[in-house]
């Protein structure tokens, strides 16, 4: 009796299709530094951008971004209670008012196809200004698309979870 699946399917995930491009073009790992340097310095709190960078995960099915955040998010203090609630974030008691519009922006930021006229509507982008200043909302803007952009490159090249970079 086994307790998996059988080791010919586990071989095919746990091996990247290839480097991730960001590695193999060292100007693109700058590039993407520099973005993560100016996001850290938008004063959005490191478990508000690793629940978000996780939430975005969830939602684009990218393994090795889902469990590079929980890890992140442990590191900056997070809960396990929280992080096994971020999927059905509206229905858990669990998150703040601007924790709750930073998913909301990030869902449709990230969702950008399943909405017909706007993506983002306005009403999601009123409650999120109700709690984020100008900078904030960039740095929330640029830690949704960074993420979007790792999950869109995870996924192609079937980056396996637990792979570190570096």
Known sequence: M????????RKKIMTARMKNPA??????????QNLFKAIDKGGVSAQTQEL????????NGCSACVHAHVQNARKAGETDERLAAVAAWREAPFFTDPERAALALTEAATRLADRSADAV?????????????????AALILVIATTNLFNRINTTIKEPAGTTWG
């Not at 086994?2 to 399917?9: A, K, L, M």
Request: net charge negative; hydrophobic share 35%; proline share 9%.
């Open 52 to 59: 978000v960078g996780l939430r975005a995960s969830q939602i």
């Open 121 to 137: 509507p306005d009403e999601i982008w009123d409650e999120v200004t109700d709690h984020y200043d100008e900078e904030q909302l």
């Open 23 to 32: 590695m193999v073009l060292p100007d693109a790992m700058k590039g993407i």
């Open 2 to 9: 086994t307790s998996g699946p059988p080791d010919d399917w």
